[in-house]
């Protein structure tokens, strides 16, 4: 079973996606490209082909598995065709040919941490629990998912992919480690950026992006929140404008931009915006080069954007219609107005603004560079049409929530990439050296000792942190005293991550630097590797042949630490007396609660798997006191248990629970941490 969600993982990253590219036949690119080209549109066929499944009630494993087939056969008949070779070149002259550029690459490397983490991980937070993972659900059980909100559903539609395939939604780990490539993938974009351009405002442009990244989004990068996926999708589709040429438009470029704008749009609405500029983008090329582009592929590239507009906006027609009919609702007006309570647009922003971490002054110095990218010609159309826009719809509508600005942090970190080139090149050039000389940089063998002991003293720093629990409690009690009131618990959750992730930065930076003192002692100063078609695939099915022996013994073990982790959702002590009860008496009636963490644990779904809202077995209360409470004992009639917080026991409502629980109409099973269980007695 587990070995089956491995094959999903690769049908959800790779597999789709690259049999795609060798049937369009774009413009070559570069390995990395392949990849990160695959990887996204193999989530865009996933989705579509999800999508009309079950539209037609189809999507069950048989139908998944025979795809699946016929993909792997199409791919060996490929492989062995056509005689595919896989070059690998390293040159150790290489390692300080530029410093920026592989320090870059080392950085990048550091983010592989984020997925190696989140192996065996379960979806533990608000929305993806809630939310992106029931409608995962919802698909992996053959519906269409309700009640979402009108969101989009690439996302989770994919994540079913592996419930699917293993007929289990308990196993959750395949889905979640899907997350964390959204980041390290958009890095990838930016290092093929400069090894196209040979730009080094690239690079910059890549150092920002981590900066703003783990200063701003830190907590997102691999919970499975769609927000950094958004950002992705985005900037992918500015990448491949860049490498389309001016003077041309090419009907498989144009495909390739719609189809990437298409995913943003069709995995949070905020895509929708890069969508449009993608279309109005491809109309201007259209009427400039037209000229040059024969009528019949003028006709083919209309025809091909209003099949994939049409195709993106389905999921959102269907859902406004479901809207007005009342079997869905959007909560868009209450998100972009009604939560503001009348506040204004510019107070809003200021406000927003100054609670990020590093306050007000760090974004507008980022805004300040992003209004001096105005004046680069390179970068002027990028940051008037798409960051400034952005940033703007954040502080004036979304400001309430700091992981609304992620969809606009790649375009922000290449805006002030070009805002502080222009700075250089119009101030400071002249009497700097160059910058672009650092690729000629030999630092002398003191220096690099000098910086190999810096990185071990930060490693050895961030060691102690790890280890010492002492220190993190003052690291986080000291955090919790810096301006802004969600630092304490960003860092309180996200502490040990950060640390990791500088303590391997400083590792990897010390053997680099180690690397370029011994260059000339190693015994040779290349390797060359080639590798056929056919030598790929005897290595691959070594590798699924070895992980199928592995997980067929480990299925079970992994099953039962996916489904231990998932009963720590929310409060752990709470459930634990939850288990316990329900292992020694029979819950034969809906529970009232506004605990809402009961709905998705395991053992508590409905004879249906539906969790949270769809989980028949709940009426569920409003957790909030913002909207008027309903009283929980007018909703009795087919409930057998009542597992109510302090805002209810407490409540006007208070009298009227200890009058049940003196009459004996209630029993107070257990109260813990401001909950309370009881049993109705009928």
């Known amino acids: 079973m587990a070995l ?14 690259y049999i795609f590219l060798n049937i369009l036949k774009p413009q070559k690119g570069n390995k990395l490209q392949t990849i990160v080209y695959s990887f996204s549109l193999s989530l865009l066929i996933n989705y579509f082909l999800i999508y009309f499944f079950t539209l037609i009630n189809c999507y069950r494993p048989c139908v998944i598995y025979t795809i699946l087939i016929v993909e792997i056969i199409y791919l060996i008949y490929f492989i062995m065709k056509r005689r595919i070779h896989f070059y690998v070149t390293f040159n150790t002259n290489a390692l300080e040919s530029n410093l920026f550029f592989t320090t870059a690459v080392l ?48 996302i989770p539609s994919n994540w079913s992919l592996t419930y699917m395939m293993m007929q289990t939604h308990h196993i959750q780990l395949f889905a979640k480690s899907v997350m964390p490539l959204f980041a390290i993938f958009t890095l990838f974009l930016f290092l093929n950026l400069y090894l196209k351009k040979e730009n080094i405002t690239y690079l910059s442009a890549l150092i920002i ?47 390739l931009i719609v189809l990437f704008s298409s995913a943003a749009a069709l995995t949070k609405q ?19 080069n037209r000229k040059k582009t024969t009528k019949t592929n003028i006709l083919l590239a209309v025809s091909m954007l209003i099949l994939i507009v049409l195709m993106t906006s389905s999921w959102y027609i269907v859902k406004i219609i479901e809207i007005n009919k009342g079997l869905d609702f959007s909560n868009l007006l209450f998100l972009t107005h009604d939560i503001y309570n009348g506040v204004a647009f510019i107070e809003r922003f200021i406000l927003g603004s100054g609670s990020l971490q590093g306050g007000t002054w760090f974004f507008a110095l980022l805004v300040l560079f992003t209004a001096i990218s105005f004046f680069n010609k390179k970068s002027r159309w990028v940051s008037i049409t798409i960051t400034f826009p952005l940033v703007l719809l954040w502080g ?5 929530d700091r992981r609304n600005l992620i969809p606009s942090i790649p375009f922000i970190a290449y805006s002030c990439a070009f805002g502080i080139s222009f700075i250089y090149d119009k101030f400071l050039k002249r009497r700097v050296k160059d910058i672009r000389s650092i690729k000629d940089l030999h630092p002398s063998r003191l220096s690099l000792i000098s910086f190999i002991i810096l990185n071990a003293v930060i490693a050895a720093v961030g060691f102690t942190i790890i280890l010492n629990k ?10 919790s005293n810096i301006k802004g009131k969600p630092v304490g618990q960003f860092w309180n959750a ?36 080639k590798l056929s078609g056919k030598q790929i695939l005897a290595a691959f099915l070594v590798i699924m042949m070895s992980a199928s022996i592995i997980l067929y013994f480990y299925t079970d073990r992994l099953t039962s630490q996916q489904i231990e982790k998932q009963k720590l959702l929310g409060s752990p002590a709470i459930n634990n007396l939850l288990y316990r009860y329900k292992d020694g008496h029979e819950i034969d009636g809906k529970i009232i609660t506004d605990y809402y963490w009961v709905t998705v644990l395991p053992g508590f779904e409905d004879k249906n798997s539906k969790i949270f809202k769809e989980n028949s077995n709940f009426v569920i209360l409003s957790n909030s006191d913002s909207i008027p409470l309903v009283n929980p004992l007018d909703l009795i009639d087919d409930a057998s248990h009542l597992l109510i917080s302090d805002m209810y026991y407490n409540s006007k409502y208070s009298q009227q629970i200890q009058d049940k629980l003196t009459s004996g109409d209630l029993t107070l099973i257990f109260h813990k941490l401001g909950y309370h269980f009881l049993k109705i007695n009928k």
């Open 107 to 154: 950085i990048t490397a550091v983010f592989f941490y984020f997925f190696i983490s989140n192996i065996n991980a379960v979806f533990n937070n608000w929305d993806p629990a809630f939310s992106w993972n029931r409608w995962a659900i919802d698909w992996y059980l053959n519906e269409i998912p309700s009640l979402t909100n009108l969101y989009p559903q690439l």
């Open 270 to 288: 905020i895509g929708w915006y890069i969508f449009i500029i993608s279309i109005g983008w491809i109309i201007w090329s259209l009427i400039k």
């Open 396 to 400: 004036f509508f979304f400001s309430y």
């Open 470 to 479: 002492n220190i993190q409690n003052s690291l986080i009690i000291w955090t």
């Open 4 to 17: 089956l969600g491995l094959l999903a993982f690769f049908q959800i990253t790779f597999i789709p996606g």
């Open 209 to 255: 992006y981590i900066v703003v990244l783990l200063n701003y989004a830190l907590a997102f990068i691999k919970t499975g929140y769609v927000d950094i996926a958004v950002s992705f999708f985005s900037l992918l589709t500015l990448y491949a404008i860049l490498n389309t040429k001016e003077d041309n438009t090419n009907i498989k470029d144009v495909i």
């Open 494 to 529: 996200q502490l040990i991550d950060l640390v990791l992730i500088i303590v391997l930065a400083s590792i990897f930076m010390a053997i680099f630097y180690i690397c370029l003192i011994l260059k000339k002692k190693l015994p040779y100063k290349n390797f060359y590797v």
